[in-house]
């Protein structure tokens, strides 16, 4: 009886301490009782034409969000820039597991409230979306085919290694350096940048 008033206790006071933190409360039965249990409800998803990564929809999402009454707080921009750092060094480690990445970014998700992400949600963030933000922040540059010249296939993993690294030496990019200049990082760039103004 004691150990049950005891979990009881616990539950309560994870609830309140959830709460604090924002989305919404879901209630469910303990042991015959009612108990309020909160669960950030709100997902991101990639099952729709074109979608982002859900690493990229937070990133371009959180951009977006600025200037609106959904914009990331001073106080969410500390935590969510310890935990964009940590999924970077995560990434750039090579060694780290899915599940570890997986767990930074469900951390980063639980740091945004419910109407955040569902605002994120919402915009269904696509690749081209992006690849026109790219060209509007000048990462990119917008390819404009020749006239008469039949664009070719963009997938250079059917080409050779040395073929590959002759073609991003040609548009500019740089080679042999495990992925130094990836517009990916371009973008945690940018969106650090934005949360260290806050």
Request: negative net charge.
């Amino acid at each position: 009886m004691k150990s049950q008033r005891s979990l009881s206790f616990i539950l309560i006071v994870l609830a309140l301490a959830l709460a604090a933190c924002g989305g919404t409360t879901e209630v469910v039965e303990v042991d015959g009782g009612e108990t309020a249990v909160n669960a950030n409800i709100a997902t991101l998803t990639e099952d729709y034409n074109d979608a982002l990564t859900i690493r990229n929809q937070l990133l371009l999402g959180i951009m977006r969000l600025e200037g609106t009454a959904q914009a990331v707080t001073a106080e969410q921009s500390v935590e969510l820039t310890t935990l964009w750092q940590a999924f970077a060094a995560l990434s750039d480690s090579g060694t780290a597991a899915p599940e570890e990445t997986e767990a930074v970014q469900n951390q980063i998700i639980a740091a945004l409230t419910a109407e955040q992400v569902n605002a994120i949600a919402a915009m269904q963030l696509t690749n081209a979306e992006l690849q026109t933000f790219y060209v509007e922040t000048g990462i990119s540059e917008v390819k404009t085919p020749e006239p008469g010249v039949t664009p070719q296939s963009q997938r250079m993993s059917d080409l050779p290694q040395e073929d590959r690294e002759a073609t991003r030496e040609a548009n500019g990019e740089t080679v042999g350096t495990g992925g130094g200049g990836d517009k990916s990082d371009a973008l945690l760039d940018m969106t650090l940048e934005l949360l260290a103004g806050k």
